[in-house]
């Protein structure tokens, strides 16, 4: 007899063939949509922030500071690790199973009343946003952090009217959608800056900043530069450990940071220069507030480190960006060699990820993630041996994680090249110790 599936297991399946229909870019269906549920988007202050890499480090942050105040302050991130609930936060709290369910039934009806018969005009991402925004009113809350899916400019999220919008960094990918120059993606990621809301920009790259502040320019945006208003210099930066001095419009010495790695320290100052933003709009916000914010920020597949018989470094690098950012705040902190596990997706550019992979690493255990979108893991071993790697291949994350398990030189290890590989060998580390390192 087949088994029936739960409730819950349903709405997922839904949503999934959601995905499965692809990528639409556009506001028009998303705006109609939010307006048949009451227009929930409306009954919060927001910020969003945009960028190709830090963007949700530095949602974390902002979100971080605003709840140490004690505002109820909503987060709403992707994609998710291992559940689809860590997308959609409240006060450091996902959205319940129970609660995804009954929110995400009423987005439904609304859409299949608005879309009947026609799947293909509304997205995935356009229904968990919808999902998110309206679980978010019912929650009260005052403030939510809001995460650009994929660009801006046509991403779900941007039907927002925020308080200040956040730029942190722009590099080549989804060149199929945004465009193949710095340039283009630029445009769309600033398609996030909005008239007379001031933007905050992270980006130091001349071709993409350029875009940026003539966006802001045109559109009578307040542009405020993060290398004018914040600066973040590490006064302790060692393995799983950063503290740091600020200095903003205040000075704050000696910070301790939730969050490890020199990548980290422009997300730091970003989530500054919003909060003192935000100050000089009348939101309160005490100088206590932001130290604590930083400090018990949160924000899991980030460098982030388990121990058990072997200590175990996950981190979500899954671009060429990205990948140099984990190498060089590695390497600034230690010259061990490490067993790395690594699964990337066949969209990424795996020949220029993998020589920053192999200033980690001598040693490759290759693994191809479930997903249609997963390059074959002997793919990625042969460009392993390109760049004078050994290695092995094992097939799915979980046998990965089992052999580097049992591999017995003691080295530490890394497990890295998408979000999906991370997620997985999460997974497995629950299976194995009982320990969910995604919450």
């Not at 899916?149 to 960094?169: C, E, F």
């Not at 600066?231 to 301790?256: A, C, F, K, Q, T």
């Not at 061990?336 to 200033?359: A, H, N, Q």
Request: some cysteine; charged content about 25%.
């Amino acid at each position: 007899m087949e088994k029936r599936l739960t409730d819950r297991e349903e709405m997922i399946h839904w949503l999934y063939s959601l995905e499965n229909l692809g990528i639409k870019l556009g506001l028009e269906n998303m705006s109609r949509l939010l307006e048949k549920l009451g227009n929930p988007h409306r009954c919060f202050k927001s910020v969003h922030v945009a960028g190709t890499n830090g963007k949700g480090s530095t949602s974390a942050l902002i979100a971080s500071i605003l709840s140490s105040e004690g505002y109820r302050t909503a987060l709403y991130t992707s994609p998710h690790l291992v559940e689809l609930e860590e997308r959609m936060k409240v006060d450091g709290k996902q959205i319940t199973a129970d609660e995804l369910l009954e929110t995400a039934a009423e987005v439904r009806k609304a859409a299949e009343e608005l879309f009947p018969g026609e799947r293909r005009q509304i997205t995935f991402f356009e229904i968990l946003t919808a999902i998110a925004f309206l679980h978010f009113s019912r929650k009260k809350v005052e403030y939510a952090v809001i995460e650009v899916g994929l660009g801006g400019r046509l991403d779900a999220t941007n039907v927002i009217q925020p308080m200040v919008s956040v730029i942190t960094h722009v590099a080549l990918e989804h060149t199929e959608l945004l465009g193949n120059t710095l340039s283009s993606i630029a445009f769309e990621k600033g398609g996030i800056i909005k008239p007379g809301i001031p933007v905050i920009i992270a980006e130091t790259n001349q071709e993409a900043l350029g875009k940026l502040v003539s966006l802001a320019s045109e559109r009578g945006s307040e542009i405020n530069m993060l290398k004018d208003i914040v600066s973040v210099n590490p006064v302790v930066n060692r393995w799983g450990e950063l503290r740091v001095d600020i200095s903003g419009m205040l000075d704050y010495n000696d910070v301790r940071s939730g969050l490890w790695g020199s990548y980290q320290l422009g997300n730091i100052g970003l989530a500054v220069g919003v909060a003192e933003r935000l100050q000089r709009m009348g939101v309160y916000l005490g100088d206590n507030s932001i130290r604590e914010g930083l400090e018990k920020v949160s924000w899991r597949g980030r460098l982030q480190i388990a121990t058990r018989e072997k200590e175990v470094l996950f981190d979500s690098a899954h671009n060429p960006d990205a990948m140099a950012a984990l190498s060089a705040s590695v390497r600034e902190v230690t010259g061990e060699d490490f067993l790395c596990v690594i699964g990337i997706l066949s969209d990424k550019k795996i020949e220029d990820m993998m020589p920053y992979i192999r200033k980690l690493t001598s040693e490759v255990v290759c693994v191809s993630p479930r997903t249609t979108r997963a390059r074959p893991a002997e793919q990625i071993m042969e460009s392993a041996r390109r760049h004078h790697l050994a290695g092995t291949v094992a097939g799915n994350v979980g046998d990965g994680m089992d052999f580097v398990a049992h591999e017995r030189t003691g080295r530490k290890i890394i497990v890295t090249g998408s979000i999906r590989t991370v997620g997985e060998a999460m997974e497995w580390w629950y299976a194995k110790h009982g320990e969910r390192l995604w919450t």
